[in-house]
């Protein structure tokens, strides 16, 4: 195919030549992945898609332009790159803008899907959009509703009563990024706890297996995250006696405890307000004080209840239990500090040996034996709870081993006698799907009075979001509102039924897009098995640390639910996972428009052109750590591209060999540059030191500008440095590269050329140029001896005027020698 049109021009004009490239790109099919290429091994390369909330902001570029550059870099080391891109399109905020009566948000979203290609488009990235996904889009949801269908016949999908977020106000249940500091955004209304029926996804069923990051090239930050998230706890269930059967039967109450060995301790045990053994428990004569305090918790924010620095509170319900272990007689509280969602919601409370059980004591004037004694333990009352480790003691059988074997043994004793044993618990819950609210994949499921929960079939799939629906506060979905959606023949008797009314999560949409992108255009499954084969698993993965215990575990348990289903490769989704940092704006705070400090991304490009963006943007500091973003900076990275621009268009003057004119040695050093160079950049790519690839790409546009300015240039030398500074150009600033390829005469396209490899024999250096500072300022550079060592370096510098005026009558406090790369000088008040 042939080149572009081009104007003859020597002054580099970036929105020109990027605008050029970028429709060539386009016609001619650069960046469109076949699923084989013979000869080269496929490369799943992703970055997170992003949310359509109208523009993108600099984040989007930090974490794709970066991205992007090594996308380009494995595809010239000769793989077969696939790098998608797509909208994460369903959500709150869309939903929002509906109800306060702006645009309907399908229209809203559609409008942002538009802007945000463009944007997206103007990066210059080899995005292959001929795979673009939009999970707002009927024939996405399709699948992420037929998911939910391969979820629920897996048993993995369940309907269960849980707790709402609700506001009184506005007669309507609220999504958790609704309620601030537990009350309503909109109405400032507290915000109390509801009890709803809900669908859930039941994660804890491989919560085992998400602990498990032995494979994974994954940040150890965001695998300790997980593994917290997911709160694995061994320990015992124990079963305690009720006095008393309770009004519904119950004969016992069954706790989870780490502290087996404590079981002697027990004075008191404590159910969460939510559990449901609560009201069948409760006397007549506590009934009031139980209710008032059930009512007031849930009023109180998770958060709230969780602090440790809220004084503890409490209500007791009239009822008393047995410790099986010897018989003492334990009364029954109710407090906030307890859970429903962790172990069985009941904690046994040992006052001596917790603290938090123990400032509970105290307060309710409850007792506090203890059973682990402490060194030299004289029988004094405790003036704090005693957790470290001891030796038990008024446990009966049990006196005298050290805790942690009682632990063992104690619970091996409650198996025995049928009153508990060994058990493990996790802090991870099941994840709560159902959202009331109408933008979102509406859940696949009729209920019938006769056939009970009914899934929709598969061929009847999609179920559709119907655009005229009416958005009310009414506690419901909008889509309960609608009639025609609602209404509905049961799939199996074809009697009258209803549709369930709540829409999934977006997580559900954003767990499984990236098995999508390797078959995004198939009609008839959600991706078939060649195409996983062919792709999956995710070969590097880029986004945020912030998703660590949300989408990258959703993902996660999503991934090996289908691997269970037999659709996809492997056990995990993403082999390689990097965690980029955050842009701050030039104040170094947060990027808020309420502070002044945003940088917007489309009057950056617009000024400067995306290549220079992108590459401020990779230089601006180590890639997993961001920072601020400095004006200044982005100048100084425009200067160094119009300096290579002129490098690279307006020739030297060329030498001929042996005519005198050409100097043998500095072709060889010239030469040399350019192959250090690449051997650097190429081990700056593969640890993704993306500031420090730039960095050595400017230092040789510095070299070949000093070798132009120093008079004629061998032609050869000048041809391969220039040839491999476009190259390791390519992947950082695609069209600038480009074009300069083009111009000197280069094959269609630079991004399709072989990624050099240094030569060996150029790589060592006889001498080098050391830069010598003084307090941290370049006061010299002097050529000295590859590998020289220290002292020699100090002799040399310390005699050279420039720097003997420097240390004169100062006093060095330290020399800093990186060999061949620096030495500085520290100096300290005049010397005495």
Not at 111 to 121: F, G, K, P, V, Y
Not at 177 to 206: A, K
Not at 249 to 264: M, Q, S
Not at 609 to 631: C, H, K, N, S, T
Request: negative net charge; charged residues 25%; hydrophobic residues 40%.
């Amino acid at each position: 195919m042939t080149t572009p049109t081009r104007t003859e021009i020597k002054r580099y004009r970036p929105q020109d030549v990027e605008r050029r490239w970028r429709e060539h790109w386009a016609a001619s099919g650069l960046y469109r992945t076949p699923d084989h290429v013979p000869g080269r091994e496929n490369w799943y390369a992703l970055t997170m898609f992003p949310y359509t909330s109208g523009d993108l902001h600099i984040g989007h570029w930090f974490a794709m332009a970066p991205s992007d550059a090594l996308a380009r870099w494995r595809r010239m080391r000769g793989h077969n790159v696939l790098f998608p891109m797509g909208f994460d399109a369903f959500g709150l905020p869309a939903e929002n803008a509906a109800i306060k009566g702006s645009l309907h948000p399908y229209d809203w979203t559609m409008a942002n899907i538009e802007r945000m290609r463009r944007q997206l488009q103007s990066m210059g990235a080899m995005f292959d959009w001929s795979r673009e996904v939009n999970t707002s889009a009927p024939e996405y949801y399709r699948w992420t509703q037929w998911w939910f269908l391969q979820l629920y016949r897996m048993g993995l999908a369940y309907r269960a009563a849980a707790n709402a977020n609700w506001c009184s106000s506005c007669q309507t249940v609220l999504a958790n990024e609704q309620v601030v500091d537990g009350r309503c955004e909109r109405c400032d209304t507290v915000v109390v706890q509801r009890r709803m029926e809900q669908w859930f996804l039941r994660t804890t069923r491989y919560a085992d297996e998400l602990l498990q990051h032995d494979e994974l090239d994954w940040p150890e930050h965001v695998k300790l995250m997980q593994r917290n998230w997911i709160g694995r706890s061994e320990g015992a269930e124990v079963s305690f006696a009720l006095e008393q059967p309770a009004s519904d039967g119950t004969t016992e109450i069954r706790v989870f405890t780490t502290r087996p060995d404590t079981l002697f301790g027990v004075t008191f045990i404590v159910l969460a307000p939510e559990h449901a053994l609560v009201d069948a428990l409760t006397t007549p004569s506590q009934r009031a004080a139980v209710d008032a305090y059930v009512e007031a918790a849930a009023r109180t924010t998770e958060i709230e209840r969780q602090s440790t620095e809220r004084a503890k509170t409490g209500v007791f319900t009239g009822v008393y239990c047995v410790n099986r272990l010897n018989g003492a007689r334990v009364p029954i509280w109710i407090a906030d500090y307890v859970f429903s969602t962790y172990g069985t919601g009941a904690v046994m409370a040992v006052p001596a040996h917790d603290q938090r059980d123990f400032e509970f004591a105290q307060q309710y004037g409850l007792e506090a034996p203890v059973v682990i004694a402490p060194p030299d333990y004289d029988g004094a009352p405790l003036a704090a709870a005693y957790v470290e480790l001891g030796t038990l003691v008024a446990s009966g059988r049990f006196d005298g081993l050290p805790n942690e074997e009682a632990k063992r043994a104690i619970a091996a004793h409650l198996a025995e006698q049928g009153w508990g044993g060994p058990s493990v618990v996790y802090r991870l819950r099941d994840w709560l799907i159902s959202r009331q609210r109408y933008w979102g994949a509406p859940i696949p499921i009729v209920y019938c009075e006769a056939c009970g929960i009914v899934p929709v079939p598969e061929a009847e799939l999609p179920v559709r979001l119907p655009y005229d629906v009416e958005f009310l506060p009414t506690g419901q979905s909008p889509l309960a509102l609608s009639e025609a959606f609602v209404q509905v023949e049961c799939p199996q008797c074809g009697a009258a039924a209803r549709r369930e009314t709540d829409t999934m999560d977006t997580f559900m949409c954003s767990s499984w897009y990236f098995m999508r992108y390797p078959d995004a255009q198939n009609g008839a499954t959600a991706v078939a098995r060649p195409a996983a084969d062919a792709w999956l698993p995710v070969d590097q993965y880029t986004g945020g640390a912030e998703h660590a215990t949300m989408h990258l575990l959703y993902a996660r348990f999503f991934y090996k639910a289908a691997r269970d289903a037999g659709l996809v490769p492997g056990d995990e989704p993403f082999t390689r996972y990097f965690a980029q940092g955050q842009i701050l704006g030039p104040d170094g705070r947060r990027m808020s428009k309420s502070r002044g400090n945003v940088v917007a991304p489309d009057g950056q490009v617009e000024r400067w052109g995306a290549d220079v963006f992108r590459a401020y943007l990779m230089f601006l500091g180590p890639w997993e750590q961001g920072g601020p973003y400095d004006v200044d900076g982005i100048v100084g990275v425009s200067r160094w591209l119009h300096r290579l621009w002129s490098v690279a268009v307006e020739a030297p003057a060329f030498g001929t060999h042996g005519s005198g004119d050409v100097d043998a040695a500095a072709a060889r050093e010239l030469r040399a540059v350019a192959h250090r160079t690449l051997a650097r950049v190429t081990d700056d790519l593969v640890r993704y030191r993306m500031n420090t690839y730039i960095a050595a790409l400017m230092e040789l546009t510095n070299a070949l500008h000093r070798a132009r300015e120093a008079g004629p240039v061998d032609r050869g030398a000048w041809d391969e440095a220039l040839r491999l500074a476009t190259l390791m150009l390519a992947p950082a600033c695609p069209h600038l590269a480009e074009e300069l390829w083009e111009r000197r005469g280069g094959a269609y396209s630079v991004h399709e050329q072989v990624w050099p490899e240094p030569d060996a024999a150029l790589l060592e250096r006889a001498t080098v140029e050391l830069p010598v500072q003084v307090n941290g300022r370049l006061r010299d550079r002097v050529e000295v001896p590859a590998g020289v060592a220290e002292v020699d370096v100090r002799a040399l510098v310390e005699a050279r005027p420039r720097i003997a005026e420097q240390l004169a009558g100062r006093r060095v406090v330290r020399v800093i020698y990186v060999p061949d790369r620096l030495v500085n000088f520290v100096l300290g008040d005049a010397a005495s």
